[in-house]
């Protein structure tokens, strides 16, 4: 399996179902990624409206434990997740139709990090890029992490880039628990 999109949810539900509706490709053979839910103690309708798509794609699993924050929740994704590679993608946030072909295609190069781009979307529909200024990253170009923080526009957040698992598994990384700003710190 290439890909795992882990999905963190706390108290959702006006927003859960569009994130997940998001992540489904009908175009690709669900064997080739899946989406994991993990119900952060939710006491609304959040794990109803996840469990509702469990029951109808095979390719998705639900998770709940005891409300214990965005990083616990994250790093129990971590550990259930059976992707080459990892993406955050939060509970209140949707992807483009295109995104999960786009990035299986550029998988195969094999890389520990990739960068995506994200924006900021109003209740107008007004649309703001996340990144203003950033310098253009070609797909197929390689730096080095001291380079990326010293001549690019980073962004801190998780969902913001995809990693290769056993990276961070050989790197020991996981999300800090109970902090805020934790996407500061592991980013």
């Known amino acids: 399996m290439k890909l795992t999109i882990i999905i963190p949810a706390y108290n ?32 609304d309708n959040t794990e109803n409206i996840a469990k509702n798509y469990t029951s109808k794609y095979a ?13 616990s929740a994250r790093n129990l994704g971590m550990q259930k997740a059976k992707g080459e590679y990892l993406w955050f993608v939060d509970s209140d946030d949707w992807i483009d139709s295109d995104s999960i072909s786009i990035i299986l295609t550029h998988l195969e190069s094999r890389k520990d990090l990739y960068m995506i781009g994200a924006c900021n979307v109003d209740t107008e529909g007004n649309i703001t890029p996340r990144a203003k200024n950033m310098q253009p990253i070609l797909a197929d170009q390689i730096i080095t992490g001291s380079d990326f923080f010293v001549n690019f526009n980073w962004q801190v957040c998780a969902p913001f880039y995809i990693f290769r698992k056993d990276f961070l598994q050989k790197s020991s990384l996981k999300f800090k628990v109970g902090i805020y700003h934790e996407d500061n710190e592991f980013t």
């Open 12 to 43: 959702v539900e006006k927003y859960i179902d569009k994130c997940i509706h998001s992540c489904i490709q009908p175009a690709f053979d669900q064997g080739q990624y899946e989406i994991i839910i993990i119900n952060d103690g939710s006491e």
């Open 59 to 71: 390719n998705i699993s639900l998770y709940t434990q005891p409300n214990q924050g965005l990083s």
